[in-house]
């Protein structure tokens, strides 16, 4: 199955400002996915990364919000942007198919 | 819309003991396809075992099996011989697959392993 590296691992960052998180996968995935998972909770899907088009975002999130990023079937990014204390969350990225899903190990972000 | 029940926020278990985690599902497909997935404090999302709906075989890993009861729409994760390294939570996720790769996960249960 594939490998996902996500990066950052962690970080604490001020309101107001923007913090953009990576997701290399070692193979080509169709699919991939960003998620937000509260300490303890289950994962929150944010939106759908699709190669070539407009991501697909859930309810509750937006673009202007979240950009997200996917120029090929290897690479996406999450921004958050104009970041405020609610926030701060894991973020975690995933990649793969009904074969199994794969994911990142998460961006714990903390914003003071 | 699909979802996921897990209806133990905690369980604990002794080492070498088994435990049985639960999860109900909703429907109306008859396609789709279940999945056990571990997160230890690490963060790191691990596929336990996943199931098709159109096998009547219950997948098997090792130590980890499911029961899988189409009809009830549930999908029970059992671990045999318990060891300290499976503490962790525990997520039961549901695609329907049709072109949908979308997971919808169930609130997760919290297992602890009691040396």
């Known amino acids: 199955s594939a490998v996902i590296s996500q990066k950052p691992s962690r970080d604490i960052c001020q309101r107001g400002t923007s913090l953009t998180i990576q997701c290399q996968v070692d193979s080509q995935v169709t699919m991939m996915f960003w998620y937000r998972q509260q300490p303890g909770q289950s994962l929150t899907l944010i939106a759908t990364?699709?190669?070539?088009?407009?991501?697909?975002?859930e309810s509750g999130f937006v673009i202007d919000k979240f950009p997200i990023s996917r120029p090929n079937l290897t690479f996406s990014t999450l921004t958050v942007s104009n970041m405020s204390p609610e926030d701060s969350s894991i973020y975690l990225c995933s990649g793969g198919g009904l074969y199994g899903y794969t994911f990142g190990s998460g961006t714990r972000l903390t914003v003071v | 819309a699909q979802t996921v029940t897990q209806s133990q926020p905690e369980m604990s278990v002794q080492e070498a003991e088994t435990v049985t985690l639960s999860c109900t599902y909703d429907t109306s497909e008859s396609d789709y396809y279940l999945f056990w997935y571990k997160q230890p404090p690490s963060r790191q999302m691990i596929l336990v075992i996943r199931?098709?709906?159109?096998?009547?075989q219950n997948a098997t890993e090792n130590r980890f099996s499911v029961n899988f009861q189409k009809a009830a729409k549930s999908f029970s994760l059992k671990i045999s011989d318990s060891q300290l390294g499976d503490a962790a939570m525990y997520f039961c996720a549901f695609n329907y697959g049709a072109g949908s790769y979308q997971l919808t996960f169930g609130k997760g249960t919290k297992l602890s392993v009691i040396p």
């Open positions: 990364a699709n190669q070539g088009s407009e991501a697909t975002y």
């Open positions: 199931q098709e709906a159109y096998k009547q």
